[in-house]
């Protein structure tokens, strides 16, 4: 803002030194003038007046350098302005984006809670797979050792009957 102030200030000033420089063109036109009508009686003064034009032509291009001057102030002033309103525009979304990211942290932290139980109750069902895997090897030794058993058993019963 402060910078914004001090080229307003700058273009107040430069539009008073433009205006200055206006009328002090006004006056060298009207000296011009004078200086026609006294052409046709004091020619010998021919290059006083090429000297006027002269310095006419100066203060034209003077005055034109200070306008475009001013012209590029208004320039940067705008585009100040306008990166201002952006800046000013980004701000007021900071508040949004804050909220954004902490539902976001809240929402992982669920979603981080909710994996823990769950790798939790993986665990205690790998525990239980693990152990009726465990009950079930050992079932399968027991049957095997019990399948052995009955034909021995059957062998001995058939030597038996025979």
Known sequence: ?????ELEQKIALLIGENERLNKSLGDNLQQLDQWKAKCFDLERQLPKIDELNNRVENLNNEN???????????????????????????????????????????????????????????????????????????????NNELQNKLGLLVKENENLNN
């Not at 803002?1 to 102030?5: A, I, Q, S, T, V």
């Not at 949004?96 to 981080?112: D, G």
């Open 64 to 142: 034109d350098r200070l306008n475009k001057q001013i012209q590029d102030r208004i320039r940067d002033i705008e585009g100040l302005r306008t990166k201002n309103l952006d800046l000013e525009r980004r701000m007021n979304t900071i508040p949004e984006l804050e909220n954004k990211i902490a539902l976001l942290v809240s929402e992982n932290e669920r979603l981080n809670q909710l994996l823990g139980d769950r790798a939790e109750e993986l665990e205690k069902q790998k525990g239980k797979l693990y152990e009726v895997s465990r009950q079930c090897d050992q079932a399968q030794i027991n």
């Open 1 to 5: 803002y402060g910078e914004n102030k």
